[in-house]
Nanobody, 123 residues
Framework: QLQLVEAGGGLVQAGASLTLSCVAS????????VGWFRQTPGKERELVGT????????WLPNFVDGRFTISRDNAKNTAYLQINRVEAEDTAAYYC????????????????WGQGTQVTVSS
């Protein structure tokens, strides 16, 4: 069993940078890939990036346009999502999730989820 807790969201000005964290408790965090998703009201949850259990490989969709970086520190049981030059369109609830398939884009392939952290971008 793995519990995930996100932190770092809040109100941020457009153009600023923001780092979200995802702290895991439980066993074997390093056995799981971590995916970061975001969701806005009325829309499906969308993947904004994944990182392999080893931390040496990441995948990010083209639409993040190089502004997002994913990393993890298995010694601290923590994964990170850094967003640079935040835009209004980044306003969403952000979730981290853990699962066995690091290249999966489907939320259904992730077994464990955090409660989410809200990011609101002001212009």
């Amino acid at each position: 069993q793995l519990q995930l807790v996100e932190a770092g969201g809040g109100l941020v000005q457009a153009g600023a940078s923001l780092t979200l964290s995802c702290v895991a408790s439980g066993r074997f965090f390093s056995d799981y890939a971590v995916g970061w998703f975001r969701q806005t009201p009325g829309k499906e949850r969308e993947l904004v990036g994944t990182i392999k259990w080893t931390g040496d490989s990441t995948w990010l969709p083209n639409f993040v346009d190089g502004r997002f970086t994913i990393s993890r520190d298995n010694a601290k049981n923590t994964a990170y999502l850094q967003i640079n030059r935040v835009e209004a369109e980044d306003t969403a609830a952000y979730y981290c999730a853990a699962g066995p398939m690091w290249l999966s884009r489907s939320p259904r392939d992730y077994q464990y989820w955090g409660q989410g952290t809200q990011v609101t971008v002001s212009s």
